[in-house]
């Protein structure tokens, strides 16, 4: 399983972004995509702000869950009150010989019960959940900085440590 | 002499009962608007930025200190500099920020100690900008030093007040140093012949 995590500003400008792994049954925490999908995953999430801006307004909530998905990527949203989007793109490992497709993922949901394997089941929408809320915690305090303008990247060692420790907690 | 344990107890009873309180992000966010408006002025010159903070607490101290003594109700000198720092770090800092730093590395003529900060609230939430200088230029609680210098000014004594470390630098403590330079004699009026 491999996470690709944005969060993306007010004027749909990313503010951050981080490539992981899953650390859960013996995960080693890295990335697999391959160098297209690496280009691609940006183009892709993004893509999905659409669909956020149509879901947005049907609940209050803020976790709305799994709300895209393009062939094997699946993306999670979670919206902050001002409107700024934390994205996390996940990529079930494809089935031997299915590649990245949707039959893929299909395969894999019946082989196995982990959250990895299983993007849309309560357990994963859990996990992303928490990852979720601890990366928006650390997102505020990290916009209360003195130093942090509205709307600016996000380049403190800080927060990208908690978001790393985050995603090794809960995925 | 008082002791530590009554100045610890004096700073505790005026904190519950003649204190206003406010809330501490208001402060902390009013202090760290200042400090990266005076980097964005001085166009990122931290040492310039530390002078002005310094200054500005300078000119808090000077009359601060009128408030501490009211508050704390003070009718009598510190009998030497080791009581002044007693009642600074557990009086002062008490009532004012409500923390109390820990007085420590005296030297042996009791001229300078140092203030070590487990908790800094002006400093909650600051990350310092990341562009290679702040970290080793910009002491974010100067103001700090300035109010001690301003202050102890106005009670007869002139102290040299820096710090020399900040954990928003990676240091392991926060830790100021206090030194004092002189006690300032009572100007006599000028002799009327």
New interface residues.
Partial sequence: MSYYFAIIGTQDNPLFEYEFGTSKQGGDGQAHFNDQARHLNQFVLHSSLDIVEEVQWTNGQSYLKAIDKFFNNYISCFITGSNVKLLLLHQPPSSPGGGASGLGAAASTRSSTSIAANPTSPQTEEAVKNFFTEAYENYVKATMSPFYRANMEIRNPVFRARVVAAGRKYL | MMSASKASRLGEEIWKTRIDKVNS?LV??T???I??QL?KDFDSDYVEVNKQLDKMGYNIGLRLIEDYLAKSNTMRRCANFRETAEMIAKVGFKIFLNITPTITNWTSDSKQFSLVFDENPLA???????DGRAQDELWFSNILCGVLRGALEMVQMQVEAHFISDVLRGNDTTEMRISLIRYIDDELPPEDD
């Fill in positions: 992000e902390v966010l202090y760290g608007t400090v990266a980097c909650d939430f600051v990350e310092l900008p990341d």
